[in-house]
């Protein structure tokens, strides 16, 4: 079954703090249960090592999709179950990763950024209201909803477990587990 996997990026795109590492951990375990190949890519650990020269210019965070985007595709054509957890917040550059990809699932998490600022994961949320931080993605930066995802979450009003089953069941009904 394994050596026949077929090969698909999950995108999870949202604002710092709206649930992207929490609900893709829960989805990882659960493909690794199932016996499949998987491999968590996500922002801060990516950021710490194969695009640390980045920042948070538009300019740096399209090229730190690009890089991104170029590993989710080799390891996508092997077969392998790739969770991408990036903000991610221009339409145009994760439309090329579309593209790129080839087997690439929009999961939208939709989290306003009043929720995203009052759970504060990172204590960033205070810093960038106070006007510390320029280039914060919803608060000084632009964030540009997708239009057309493949899957919605909704991280205010469902639970990790809650979302992580609504990505379950939509890779089940399209036949990738
Ligand atoms: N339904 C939910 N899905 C995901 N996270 C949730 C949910 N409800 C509450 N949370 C909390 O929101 C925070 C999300 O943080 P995190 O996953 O690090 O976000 P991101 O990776 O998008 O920056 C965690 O503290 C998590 O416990
Ligand atoms: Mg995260």
Redesign the pocket.
Known sequence: MSSSQRGFTLWFT??????????SRIVERELRQRGLKVEPLDGDIVRQGLTRDLGFSKEDRDKNIERVTFVAKLLTRNGVAVLC?FISPYRAQRQISREEIGEFIEVY?ECSVEECAA?D?KGLYAKALAGQIPNFTGVSDPYEAPEHPEIVIR?AQ???E??AAIILGYLEQNGYI
């Not at 604002?15 to 609900?23: A, E, Y």
Request: proline share 5%; glycine share 16%; aromatic share 0%.
């Open positions: 949202g604002l710092s703090g709206s649930g992207k590492t929490t609900v957890s998490v759970r994961v991280t469902e639970t990790p809650e979302s």
